[in-house]
Nanobody
Framework: QVQLVESGGGLVQAGGSLRLSCAAS????????MGWFRQAPGKEREFVAA?????????YYADSVKGRFTISRDNAKSTVYLEMNSLKPEDTAAYFC?????????????????WGQGTQVTVSS
């Protein structure tokens, strides 16, 4: 059983930056692909970014965040990060990290077996 705990959310002005962290425990972190998803009030949870565990940590991004967000992982610390730059009000949401032992289909919620509780990001205009 993998436990995930997110941190780093907060209130930031448009154009600002935040760095989210997700600390994992209870599993072999290096053998899990990790993803970030977000959910705004009244909307479906959507894919933001993912990083696989094989193939040298290949990364994937939603079009809406490409070029602004960067996902990375530190296997020694069992932590995945989401660096968010040039934030926009439409980035406001609860951000969740997730883990999966699969290494394909990482843009889909259904492949992830483990989820954190989320951290709120609010971007003011």
């Amino acid at each position: 059983q993998v436990q995930l705990v997110e941190s780093g959310g907060g209130l930031v002005q448009a154009g600002g930056s935040l760095r989210l962290s997700c600390a994992a425990s209870g599993g072999t972190f290096s053998r899990y692909a990790m993803g970030w998803f977000r959910q705004a009030p009244g909307k479906e949870r959507e894919f933001v970014a993912a990083i696989n565990w094989s193939g040298g940590g290949r990364t994937y991004y939603a079009d809406s965040v490409k070029g602004r967000f960067t996902i990375s992982r530190d296997n020694a610390k069992s932590t995945v990060y989401l660096e968010m730059n040039s934030l926009k009000p439409e980035d406001t949401a609860a951000y969740f990290c997730a883990a999966t032992s699969r290494d394909v289909g990482l843009g889909s919620r259904i492949v992830y077996a483990y989820w954190g509780q989320g951290t709120q990001v609010t971007v003011s205009s």
